[in-house]
């Protein structure tokens, strides 16, 4: 049959993971097809010593992909769906979303620490809003450093910087056979994780029937459902990387269980909701969710936030 793919990706050692995870399930489910891989530089790699929620810019590790996409240079954009803003550019869908890993944010420290065993005042890196909240709100003392780049280079600047401990996702890790370096594994009740964690989804042009139908053979339809859930409550709530909000769905039978948390950047504030629903209308228990919270006044601590970074 003869049909060639160009895969696009990021240059970061796990998006690379990532595309060629594709790639190798994409040749499992049709052995004929041909896969290359393009990898491109996003404006999120470049700018490796600024926190994210200062750049304040969507797409940040997506648009270039996105852009290749619809020029045609590529057919599928392999991304970490954390990173894929709530609302794709025109003509673009998300075709198709693998197994989710692990979800969880997990504890690192070279000391031995776990995060209950910290000393006060313990030195954490994070450059998260979402994780610094999290943990401000359950032990305000600790002083939390900025931190940025891909796994190996947060891990080095762990040891190089004497801090105590830092903050990353377990999937990353897990995917680029660093888990033994995971000293504890965060509970949800402690540290919800960011919209979409863990799952690697493909980008498509949406009119591309063709390539639609060959990337379905990825898809893990109760993990997408999980991501659409996810996806609508930050959309509902309008909420990008620079705002604290983290949600997690969970497939159960043909029903779904979503978790979601608002807080303030300090961590003073922070609410927390549950909603249930069906697994094939993942949309609407992600908008009944946001709406939970917003009665609560989540709308008055998104607001400050936004002013807070100049967005509003």
């Known amino acids: 049959m003869g049909r060639k793919l160009i895969i ?5 050692e796990l ?4 595309a060629r995870w594709v790639i190798h399930a994409l040749k499992e489910h049709h052995p004929w097809l041909e896969c290359e891989l393009l990898t491109l530089q996003t404006k999120g790699d470049k700018i490796r010593d600024v926190a994210l929620a200062r750049i304040g810019d969507k797409g940040l590790f997506t648009k270039e992909l996105e852009e ?6 590529i057919d599928v954009a392999v991304h970490s769906m954390k990173d894929v803003p709530t609302v794709l550019p025109p003509g673009l869908i998300i075709g198709a979303v693998g197994l989710r890993e692990d979800p969880s ?8 620490y776990t995060l209950a065993s910290l000393p006060i005042k313990g030195r954490v ?3 998260s809003l979402r994780r610094k909240a999290q943990l401000w709100h359950w032990r305000p003392d600790l002083e939390i450093v900025d931190l940025r780049g891909n796994v190996p280079t947060r891990l080095a600047k762990m040891d190089r910087d004497g801090l105590d401990g830092i903050v990353l996702a377990a999937a990353g890790l897990k995917r680029l056979r660093r888990d033994h370096l995971i000293t504890e594994y965060l509970p949800h009740s402690i540290c919800l994780p960011a919209v979409g964690q863990g799952a690697i989804g493909l980008e498509i042009r949406a009119e591309d029937r063709e390539v639609r139908s060959l990337i379905e053979a990825v898809n893990h339809t109760p993990s997408l459902a999980c991501i659409r859930a996810e996806r609508a409550f930050l959309q509902e709530l309008e909420g990008g990387c620079q705002v604290p909000i983290g949600a997690l769905g ?6 779904l269980l979503l978790h979601g948390m608002v807080a303030s950047p300090d961590g003073r504030e922070l609410l927390r909701e ?10 609407e228990v992600g908008k009944r969710l946001a709406g939970k919270l917003l009665k ?17």
Not at 105 to 112: A, I, M, R, T, Y
């Open 8 to 12: 696009g990706s990021r240059r970061s």
């Open 15 to 18: 998006a690379q993971w990532q």
């Open 68 to 73: 290749a996409l619809q020029k045609g240079i």
């Open 105 to 112: 944010d997990v504890f690192l420290s070279s000391k031995g």
């Open 125 to 127: 890196g994070t450059s």
């Open 250 to 255: 969970k497939a159960e039978g043909d029903h």
């Open 274 to 283: 549950v909603e249930t629903g069906f697994l094939g209308r993942p949309e």
């Open 296 to 312: 609560r006044g989540a709308d008055s601590i998104l607001r400050g936030v936004r002013s807070d970074h100049g967005q509003g």
